[in-house]
């Protein structure tokens, strides 16, 4: 007997009895057109368990995809991180990658890409920051000394924020660190050095910074990542770093510096820095 896939059979489904899976497991419409069109998962154990007891055939489907849900001694509550970037998704934005025109590409392959992070990492809006953090422009001797913000998107707080770019940040920070170890840091807010006095500690709750890598050993920046739930990043920081890397496969080239050019410098450097040049 061939496997039902799940997302299948919810496509399937008369309009009522749609409306059944929907009240069972308290979703709106919009979060069920996503599952079943690729562009979201299921976030907790309870949803998948429920939809495995209501339809016992796609329970194997359910069970392939989300083997955390069926563990022995998984909580109903425990929540279960998305595996893996739709491939809809990906489809979307590597054939736009293929064919657009340079000049707008970047702003549009960024949009793309942070757009169906939202929608799978916070599809109810409770609160999600994606912020990419990039290499300055070199100085004089050809070293990048600092990281700046750039346009990101967001949820929740962060919805209308906007982030100046000429606010720099050094290598103290939660995005310094992870472009300096060139790995994910994270941290809980009573520990963080992740410039809230800009992003707004209050409602930080989780974040996280993933370094933008290419080939050759050469780095971008980061992208951080901050949301209003706490532990976010257990069951999400490996989807958070494959949308990390699939958001610097969008970048271009030139936006890259190999390791020997990267000298980033601490606050209180840049703070020296500019009173002498405003002595000057």
Same mark, same amino acid.
Do not use: H
């Given at each position: ?12 489904? *008369? ?17 069920? *057109? ?47 991180? !998305? ?32 757009? &169906? ?6 599809? =109810? ?20 000394? &600092? ?9 929740? !707080? ?29 941290? !809980? ?21 993933? !370094? ?34 699939? &958001? ?11 390791? =020997? ?20």
């Amino acid at each position: 007997m061939n496997q039902v896939n799940w997302r299948d059979l919810l496509a399937s489904l *008369s309009p009522n009895d749609k409306k059944v899976v929907m009240n069972a497991i308290n979703i709106k419409p919009s979060t069920l *057109s996503r599952w079943i069109n690729g562009k979201g998962d299921p976030g907790k154990v309870q949803d998948i368990q429920k939809l495995a007891e209501m339809y016992p055939a796609i329970a194997a489907s359910l069970q392939e995809e989300f083997p955390r849900a069926f563990q022995e001694g998984a909580s109903t509550n425990d929540v279960v991180g !998305p595996q893996r970037i739709p491939q809809t998704s990906q489809q979307d934005v590597i054939d736009d990658l293929a064919w657009i025109a340079e000049p707008i590409s970047l702003f549009t392959l960024t949009n793309k890409v942070f757009t &169906y992070m939202v929608s799978q990492l916070d599809p =109810s809006g409770e609160g999600l920051l994606i912020l990419p953090v990039m290499c300055d422009e070199p100085d004089k001797n050809g070293k990048v000394r &600092y990281l700046v913000a750039n346009e990101g998107c967001g949820t929740g !707080p962060w919805r209308f924020q906007r982030f100046s770019q000429s606010y720099r940040i050094g290598k103290e920070s939660l995005c310094g660190s992870a472009f300096m170890k060139w790995n994910p840091v994270f941290f !809980p807010p009573n520990e963080m050095a992740v410039d809230t006095d800009v992003l707004g500690k209050e409602e930080i709750k989780s974040a996280g910074a993933f !370094p933008l890598l290419r080939r050759g050993n050469r780095i971008a920046g980061v992208l951080l990542i901050a949301s209003t739930q706490e532990n976010f990043f257990v069951a999400k920081s490996a989807i958070c770093g494959s949308y990390a890397n699939f &958001y610097a496969m969008t970048l271009f080239q030139e936006q890259f510096y190999p390791q =020997s050019q990267i000298d980033l410098v601490d606050r209180i450097e840049q703070n020296d820095n500019e009173k002498e040049r405003t002595n000057v």
